[in-house]
């Protein structure tokens, strides 16, 4: 029976896991904490975001880092064979606002429960508490993987220890030394998807506000757009962050690596409305409360912790009556609503962030086994790779198809050891 063991506990080990013992492997999980799915149990505040409904390259569209890298596993373990999974295994899932699938009872324990039980059905021995020093190689083929106290022989090895966001929960980065001994080259990890350090000591002052339904742009020095969205975003006290915030942080993380210059990130307030449109509800609005203090007149069209910050930024006297605001001071009103600048420094560091950017490099991975080039039977899958998605369930989505693919490619390798 050919022996294969599990390195990490996450989402792609647990898959790989319960599919290579499925397909006649006698398969060992190490996992260095003490409970499996530590990460993944806090995905998506608790809720877990497992997938995208998208389709075809659509669904490619979702990844930032060598999506067409996924063809193969994207084949054979598609996002709807995880969705399919799951439903299979009573844990019913339902599809939100921008094709996000989530487990029905909205709690991502529920979905390290199914994986979990998968796993015992198919008699997978699971050790936890168990650290890995190093995999063991000899005539370019694995030999056994070193643990505390011993080493345990395989044919076959599967590591799946992860990125380095979120070390708490054990990503911390083990993998890519083994991966570097092994002769693999590591693209130095950098964050995903991560909250943004600003510049402007006024984004201090509205931390904990949420805008919802604005449109936020970001752009290079030279005037070059990096990236847009239209979504929820979050003001927080270093900088800005929320889903349309995560979702550009990776390509401005890269610029602001690259070029080692700041990003200028530009918000509409008011997305739906043209500037035309935009300056007649603001003279309606300021005629509305002609008498009052210009302060006191944003009421109907800002929240109200945004205003102060809008008014002192406006440079319009706030105690003068709104019947008295010129037509050049409505002016550069009406640009700060269309376009509220935020200056971007830094993104915040990378265990802050949910998923890791970089990582072993995948010319070195045959993309139909997720077997390294280099060792026979040493598998990688998951977010140990150089691959990573946007916020909205691609991330899992390649973490568990990456995994399937890798535990049926190791149970059916070459040679046996008890």
């Not at 606002?97 to 529920?110: I, L």
């Not at 080259?185 to 402007?200: F, N, T």
């Not at 070029?259 to 918000?267: G, P």
Request: include cysteine.
């Amino acid at each position: 029976m050919q022996r294969v063991i599990v390195v990490g506990g996450g989402p792609a080990g647990m898959m790989a896991a319960a599919t290579a013992a499925e397909n006649g492997a006698k398969v060992t999980l190490l996992e260095k904490k003490e409970q499996l799915g530590k990460k993944l149990k806090i995905t998506g505040k608790g809720r877990c975001n497992i997938t995208s409904a998208l389709e075809g390259d659509t669904f490619i569209s979702g990844y930032a880092g060598n999506g067409r890298f996924l063809y193969s596993a994207l084949n054979q373990f598609s996002n709807q064979d995880l969705i399919n999974f799951f439903n299979k295994r009573g844990l019913a899932t339902i599809t939100e606002r921008g094709q996000r699938v989530f487990p029905a009872s909205g709690r991502a324990e529920d979905v390290v429960q199914v994986l979990y039980r998968n796993m015992l059905n198919n008699s997978v021995e699971i050790i936890c508490k168990r650290r890995v020093q190093g995999v063991e190689i000899e005539a370019s083929r694995i030999k056994e993987i070193k643990v505390d106290g011993g080493v345990l022989p395989c044919a076959a090895a599967i590591i799946t220890t992860g990125g380095m966001s979120y070390p708490g929960t054990g990503s911390t980065g083990d993998g890519y030394d083994w991966a570097r001994a092994a002769g693999h080259r590591i693209i130095p990890p950098r964050p995903g998807l991560v909250p943004l350090v600003a510049k402007e000591e006024w984004v201090k002052e509205l931390q904990g506000l949420s805008l919802k339904n604005v449109r936020a742009s970001a752009y290079r020095l030279d005037g070059s757009r990096i990236n847009q969205e239209f979504g929820e975003m979050l003001f927080t006290h270093f900088g800005v962050s929320g889903p349309i915030i995560l979702s550009m942080s990776r390509d401005i993380g890269e610029v602001l690596h690259s070029r080692q210059e700041t990003v200028r990130l530009c918000i509409d307030l008011k997305p739906a409305l043209t500037e035309e449109k935009l300056d007649k509800r603001l003279q309606r609005d300021l005629d509305i409360y002609s008498r009052r203090q210009f302060k006191n007149s944003l009421d109907r069209l800002l929240p109200k912790k945004l205003i102060p910050v809008i008014v002192a930024l406006s440079a319009i006297d706030e105690n003068k009556e709104s019947n008295q605001v010129t037509r050049v001071e409505r002016r550069k009103l009406l640009q700060l609503l269309k376009s509220l600048e935020i200056t971007i420094t830094a993104t915040r560091p990378i265990s802050e962030a949910i998923v890791t950017a970089g990582g072993i490099e995948v010319k070195g991975i045959n993309p139909k086994t997720m077997e390294s080039k280099l060792v026979k039977g040493l598998y990688f899958a998951g977010e140990i790779l150089d691959v990573d998605g946007y916020t909205g369930g691609f991330n899992l989505q390649a973490a568990f198809s990456t995994g399937y693919l890798a535990g049926k490619s190791a149970a059916g390798g070459a040679g046996t050891t008890d």
